[in-house]
């Protein structure tokens, strides 16, 4: 691959340059389908604690509000990939893409917790998370100070996904016990939260020491 003057591939289909915001626009999309699927699931028999989740019968609207939800969390890893290896990267997509997975998955977590699929307390511990870095982000923006995503944050973002499609279907299907995968997933991305959340804090606070 051949790249010109200021970095850019030479010669890239004009569709390829814009894959990547076309898949958020995607991901965008879904969040409708997904929250109308999710809404007409039943109510778990009891409001779900921790380690207690109630399994269910997984209906259609929630085998197909998981499948829409998985493909729309897919969509997140290939805009970003795609962006990146064809170093093709626009200001509406670094504001969009963070967006409209923060909205995704604040919608599902939400109507999870109505549907007693979540504990109340684990949802707000990682939305108030991602809030609070995302304003940690802007504020290092201010300083002159980039905070790239650590492994842990990227882990997170994974376990949260799979604790989600599993909470989601909440029940055994084809005999796979997705409700236990569901709470297994969404207990370590809570623990990922936290841990993430402190790495990021600390690498700011030395590079604003740094600047100082």
């Known amino acids: 691959m051949q790249f010109d003057n200021n970095g850019k591939p030479e010669n890239l289909p004009n569709w390829l340059k814009k894959l990547p915001n076309r898949l958020t626009y995607l991901r965008i999309l879904c969040i409708p389908i997904v929250v109308y699927l999710m809404s007409m699931g039943e109510v778990a028999p009891s409001a779900s604690h921790f380690f207690i989740i ?8 929630d085998i197909a509000a998981a499948i829409v939800f998985s493909i729309a ?8 990939w795609i962006a990146r ?18 909205l995704l998955v604040v919608s599902a977590m939400i109507i ?8 109340g307390v684990i949802a707000v511990i990682i939305i108030v998370r991602d809030l609070g870095i995302n304003a ?10 980039q905070i790239p995503s650590n492994f842990i944050g990227k882990t997170k ?15 055994p299907l084809l005999f796979i016990p997705f409700h236990y995968i569901g709470q297994a997933f969404i207990l370590l ?4 939260s936290v841990l993430s959340a402190g790495q990021y804090l ?5 590079q604003l020491k740094k600047i100082k």
Request: charge should be negative.
């Open 54 to 61: 109630q399994p269910i019968t997984p209906s259609a609207s």
């Open 73 to 80: 969390a897919i969509t997140d890893f290939f805009d970003g």
């Open 85 to 102: 290896k064809f170093r093709v990267e626009t200001v509406l997509g670094k504001l969009l893409d963070p967006l409209a997975d923060k």
């Open 112 to 119: 999870l917790v109505e549907k007693h699929r979540m504990d």
């Open 136 to 145: 940690i982000r802007l504020s290092a923006i201010d300083e002159g100070i």
């Open 157 to 171: 973002t994974t376990f949260q996904d799979i604790g989600i499609v599993g909470l989601t279907v909440c029940g």
């Open 189 to 192: 991305a809570l623990a990922a």
């Open 202 to 206: 600390f690498n700011y606070a030395m």
